[in-house]
C-alpha cells in the first residue's frame, strides 16, 4: 500500500519524531505574538486532550514581531515551557532583509544560553521557490526566491552557526511538493539535510478533493516528494483541514471532516514522521475564512473534536489508503514530468520582482502565495509574519492561493483560500509589496490557477506558505500556509495523472 511505503521511507530510523504546530509572528489581527501569548500556545499544545507530546514549534522568521531584527520572543517562551523550535529564516525579502534574519540568529545564539537544547533543526524559507516559479508568479503569489539564493542563504546561516551550538543540527528548506519534483530546484535538494513538505487537499479544487479524496491525494504528493528527495528524510511541515470557510471545489470546511482528515493523515504520522500540523489557533482575536486551528477561539486544552488515535487500528488506517496504491507509478512520472518546467522556472526568474524585494506582509501575500495551497501562510493570517511587509503573513493565504492556481477558473478557491488568512508569518521585511500579491487571492489566483493549470497545486497550499507562512517578524511571510506551486504544475499533472494532480495549500 502506498501509504504503508511512504511511511516505512519517511521513518527516521532511530531518532524520535517530532509533533508539534506552526506559529507565526503575528495573531489574526496582525499584531505581534508576544513571549508569554507563545507559552500559553505551548503549553496548551504540550497538554492538549486526546494527543500527546505536541512539543515542537515550528517558526517562520527569528525577528520579533514589530521590530526590525530583535530575536523572536517565540525563543524564550520556548525555554520557558520545554518546547522544541525548529527555527526559521524568511527567505523571499532580499538580501538586506535576510541580513536581519541573520543578526535576530546572532543575537538569539548569544542571548540564550540554552538556545542549542531547544533547537531540533533550522528551515531556510518556506515555500520561496514556489511563489517564483511560473505559477506563483502568475498566481501573484509575491515574492520569491530562485534555488540559487536560497542556497547561498543556507551558507550564509551556516558560517553564522559555525563553532556554536546549533553548528550540527540538520538544516532543511521548506516548499510545496511541485517545487521539489522541478528538476530546476535540484541546488536546494543537494544543500539540504532533510526537505519540509507542505500540502492540503482542501485546495486543491481542480480534482476531486473531497474528504474522501484527500487521503490519497495527500499521499500521492507525499510520495512524488520522497521520490525527489534522493534518499533525504522528509518532514511534514504543514498540513490540515479547515474547520470552517468556503467550499473548496469538492472539499467542504467543517468539523467533521477535519476530525476525518486528522483520523486519517495526523493519525497515520504521528510517532512515525517528524509532523507540523497546522494549526493549533488561528480564530483569536479574529476567525479567518478558512480557519484550520483544532482550537477555537478561546485557547483551551480541549479541542474542536476528539484527537484520540486510539480507537483507530493501523490497518483500517492503511487500507485507506488502497485508493491511492495505483498513483504510485504515477507520481514518479510527475516528477520525472516536472523537468519539462525547469528551464521556464529559471527562465522566469527574472521575471518575477527582485528577489531582494520584500515579500508580501501580510496575509495578502499568502493568499497570493495560495496559489500553492500548501504553504501554512496561506491559511492564517494569524501566522502572519511580525510586522513586516517582506514576509507573507499568514500560510492559509498562501495555501489558498495554490488552490487558486490549481482550480485555475472554475475553482472556487481562491474565495476558499482567504489571503489574509494566509499571510506569512508576518516578516516585517515585506512591506507592501504585499500589495502586488492580491490579498484574498481570489481574482488574481484564479488567474494565476488557469494559467497554471498546467501545473499542480503545491503545497503552499499556499501557505501561501506558510501557507499560510507563518508571521514573521516584520516580514510579511505569507506562509505557511500555503504557496501555489501546484498551479505551475497543473498542466503537466493534468497530462500525467489524469486529472488527479494533488494540490496543496
Known sequence: MLLVTTLAALLSVGSATLKGFNYGALDSSGQPVAQQEYENLFETANNLQGVSGFSSARLYTMIQGGTTNSPSEAIPAAIAQGTKLLLGLWASAGQDQFNNELAALQSAISQYS???????GISVGSEDLYRNSPIGIEANAGY???PQTIVSYI???KQVVANTGLANVPFGHVDTWTAWVNGSNQAVIDAVDWLGFDGYPYFQNTMANSIEDAQSLFWQSVEATRGASGGKDVWITETGWPVSGPQSNLAVASIANAKTYWDEIACALIDQVNVFWYTLQDASPVTPSPSFGLVGSTLSDTPLFD???????SASISASSSSSTSASSGSSSVVASSSSASSSTAASSSANPSSSSPAPSSSAARSSSSAAPSSSAARSSSSAAPSSSAAPSSSSAARSSSAAL?????????SAAPSSSFAAPGSPAAPSSSSAVPSSGSSASSTAVASSTAAPVTSQVAVASASAFASTSG???????????LSSMAAVFAAVFAGIVVSFR
Open 114 to 120: 540554552d538556545l542549542a537544547d531547544a533547537v531540533i
Open 144 to 146: 520569491g526566491a530562485d
Open 155 to 157: 551558507d550564509q546561516v
Open 307 to 313: 484527537l484520540s488515535c486510539a480507537n483507530l487500528s
Open 406 to 414: 490549481i482550480s485555475s477558473s472554475a475553482a472556487p478557491s481562491s
Open 475 to 485: 516580514l510579511a511571510i505569507a506562509s505557511g500556509a500555503p504557496a501555489g506551486i
